[in-house]
């Protein structure tokens, strides 16, 4: 079956740590997305990827960092430096980034951090 | 300044009947794409409907059909019949077409209860 993949659904970390999100996709689409949601809230774009090896930052980016070494796999790294960030995590994927590209949506991770 | 603007935090509706979701949006992109989710209590983002700037009919899709208005930049989610299913969160999304302007805008979402 295709799909996207996020692992774990949660996450507990200590307040420091640095944490990484795994988000794996096997529906050959190029462009793949980190979305954070807040309790009651909209998605915030984090970072997005348009193809292997290059990504481009979204709104919200500071304390965040990713990689894009593989077609299948974009893994999102919280950092110490950012200030809050227990969240929920949705990771994404799209055909490409044309106009008529729906995005599809992995399970997402909560992420607690104390 | 916010492109995509959901202006009911929540909606509430009688099963069996039809309920609308209004959905706004600012661009001066000729070419651009209209999304809507749905997000149940487990997460996950579900793809309901797309409409395209240069569409000519409204959007359907099965009970969801878009009431695209777009001398009004509006991009409204009819849900008709709804089902007890249907409660959920819902957001509308917009991708520009513009070349560097790839990403995927989302709203503030709508609460919506369906009640039995």
């Known amino acids: 079956d295709g799909g996207i993949t996020q692992s774990p659904k949660y996450l507990f970390r200590k307040e420091g740590q640095n944490v990484t999100l795994s988000c794996e996709q096997n529906?050959?689409?190029?462009?793949m997305y980190w979305y954070r949601q807040d309790p009651g809230q909209g998605l915030r774009l984090i970072y997005y990827s348009q193809i292997v090896n290059d990504f481009q930052k979204g709104d919200i980016a500071e304390g965040y960092s990713v990689s894009r070494e593989k077609k299948e796999s974009f893994p999102l790294t919280v950092t110490s430096a950012q200030k809050n960030p227990t969240a929920f995590y949705l990771c994404?994927?799209?055909?490409?980034?044309?106009?008529?590209?729906?995005?599809?949506f992995g399970p997402g991770t909560r992420l607690t951090v104390t | 300044a916010q492109k995509i603007t959901q202006t009911q935090p929540g909606m509430f509706v009688q099963e069996k009947e039809a309920v609308t979701l209004d959905c706004t949006y600012d661009t001066s992109d000729p070419s651009y794409g209209l999304f809507w989710y749905k997000q149940p209590s487990s997460g996950e983002m579900i793809f309901l409907i797309y409409q395209g700037s240069y569409d000519q009919q409204n959007a359907t899709e099965g009970r969801y059909s878009l009431n695209f208005q777009k001398a009004r930049k509006s991009a409204n989610l009819v849900i008709s019949a709804s089902q007890l299913g249907d409660s959920a969160m819902y957001f509308c999304?917009?991708?520009?077409?513009?070349?560097?302007?790839?990403?995927?805008?989302f709203g503030a979402g709508t609460r919506l209860t369906v009640k039995p």
């Open positions: 994404a994927s799209s055909i490409s980034t044309s106009v008529v590209d729906e995005q599809y």
């Open positions: 529906l050959n689409h190029d462009a």
């Open positions: 999304a917009m991708r520009e077409g513009s070349v560097g302007n790839n990403d995927m805008r």
